[in-house]
């Protein structure tokens, strides 16, 4: 009976040791759930349209999810919902119309007061358009605005201003557009927390860094501060040979945004919401591909 049991637990054990010896069977990597980007267009974008609702049309039917809208802006309001109802293309967002030339960190008080009163306007009518969020630029450093006062003022106007986004549900997205503020992410999320506010996040344009950085690495540090995405292209060899602006010459794809890092970096924040492309305009057929490209670059 000894040997029996013996000769059964060294069978068991040469069976085991067989089994753990075996090939690993390839297991099909677990598929990715698709991302939650949504697609937008500025409203520029489309050059053709003689109404809003015909240009409407054009951007549904090129596969936008949504539009941009300045503001304010002389369309009324009545006609923004018309042509929106009509056609089942989102307003997620407006963008402050004034934001250059009314800046909320002028050495004038009264410059100040009119760029509150131009951002107010932009959070009601967003409000009243079915978006959340405003794209704001806050201040630009200049001979006139020290880099200082321009984080100061900026700050306390934008206070000023936060008990009605809060009212109305809506964001302010700070966007760093080449006024030489708020150069690093590290200083951005830095001056999104100290407003202590959750209406007051990033709108973050994926190209505008590129000069002096990489969208991946703010995408991961203002985190869970992002409210939206511009979506462009730039070419730091363009920058170099043909001058600064130059670098924006590129088609969207074919510059040195680094997609699929960025796409990652969302992953990792959990950033689901509304990527708008922000790049030349033209006919529907120049906007379905721009769709198109979208779509590529969101699933790489």
Not at 13 to 34: D, F, I, K, M, S
Not at 58 to 75: C, T, W
Not at 77 to 92: F, I, P, S
Request: net charge neutral; hydrophobic share 45%.
């Amino acid at each position: 009976m000894l040997d029996r049991r013996r000769l059964i637990v060294a069978g068991s054990a040469t069976a085991l040791a067989a089994w753990l010896a075996r090939p690993a069977v390839a297991q099909a990597p677990a598929a990715r759930a698709p991302r939650k980007l949504r697609k937008a267009a500025m409203l520029y974008m489309c050059r053709d349209g003689k109404t809003l609702k015909e240009k409407f049309e054009i951007l549904k039917r090129a596969g936008f999810d949504g539009v941009e809208l300045d503001s304010p802006n002389p369309i009324t309001r009545e006609e923004v919902l018309a042509a929106r109802d009509a056609t089942g293309l989102a307003v997620c967002g407006t963008v402050d119309s004034v934001h250059w030339r009314k800046q909320l960190a002028d050495p004038s008080a009264e410059v100040r007061a009119e760029a509150v009163a131009a951002l107010a306007t932009a959070l009601r009518d967003c409000q009243a358009f079915g978006g959340d969020s405003v794209l704001l630029v806050p201040a630009i450093v200049n001979a006139q605005v020290d880099y200082k006062s321009a984080y100061e003022r900026s700050q306390a106007e934008l206070r000023r201003v936060l008990p009605l986004a809060a009212e109305l549900k809506v964001k302010i997205g700070i966007e760093n557009v080449w006024n030489d503020f708020l150069l690093s992410p590290l200083e951005a999320a830095r001056y999104v927390d100290e407003l202590e506010s959750p209406w007051v996040g990033w709108h973050l344009d994926c190209g505008n860094v590129i000069t002096y950085g990489h969208a991946e690495q703010w995408v991961r540090i203002l985190g869970k501060r992002l409210c939206k995405l511009h979506i462009k292209d730039y070419s730091r060899k363009r920058r170099d040979d043909e001058g600064r602006w130059k670098g924006f010459d590129v088609e969207l794809g074919a510059g040195d945004a680094n997609w699929p890092a960025i796409m990652a970096a969302l992953d990792e924040v959990g950033f689901a919401g509304w990527a708008s492309a922000e790049i030349g305009a033209g006919d529907e057929a120049h906007l379905r591909g721009v769709v198109q490209t979208m779509e590529r670059l969101f699933a790489s």
